[in-house]
């Protein structure tokens, strides 16, 4: 089965985070990119345990910056920008295989620059508690990516 989908986490920084991701990644046959600086090593032991021994079944990419990952998207991509705030709702997106879903840091969100840059593709998750602040990284990416699955088709 080729890759279903690409999922890029912009500056993360809890390594256990960014290893279920990883594993949720290898489950779902989706391409992991990690835009750096990194907010842990890649040897972390905490990385290694949340992904378990799923990272070597997880296809990856690091990037040493935004600009050098997105120099490399292939024309026919699109970036889709998950963070509050956003118009729509990730359930009102149509997502196709060559789409990237595109993630920020856990204590800051995506950077402004994106945000305007990709406006017209922003999608927020619905939070109906006022007082939460927001929900895990990794939980974010398991609803967005389970929902372009079930859109695009894929089954397993």
């Avoid at 970036?79 to 509050?84: A, G, P, T």
């Avoid at 060559?98 to 619905?126: C, H, M």
């Avoid at 939070?127 to 939460?132: D, H, K, L, T, V």
């Amino acid at each position: 089965m080729s890759a279903a989908l690409n999922v890029v986490l912009v500056e993360p920084e809890i390594p256990p985070n960014t290893g279920n991701v990883a594993r949720l990644c290898a489950a779902t046959n989706s391409t992991l990119n990690l835009i750096e600086p990194l907010g842990f090593h890649l040897d972390d032991a905490q990385l290694k345990r949340a992904g378990m021994d799923y990272w070597q079944h997880v296809r990856w990419h690091r990037w040493p910056s935004w600009n050098a990952f997105a120099s490399t998207l292939p024309a026919q991509a699109r970036v889709w920008l998950i963070e509050s705030g956003a118009p729509r709702l990730y359930t009102e997106a149509s997502f196709t295989p060559s789409d990237y879903l595109v993630f920020g840091r856990e204590t800051a969100g995506l950077p402004k620059e994106l945000l305007e840059q990709y406006n017209d593709r922003w999608l927020r998750i619905p939070m109906f508690n006022p007082e939460a602040r927001s929900l895990n990284l990794s939980n974010c990416v398991a609803i967005v990516l389970f929902e372009a699955l079930r859109q695009i088709g894929t089954n397993a």
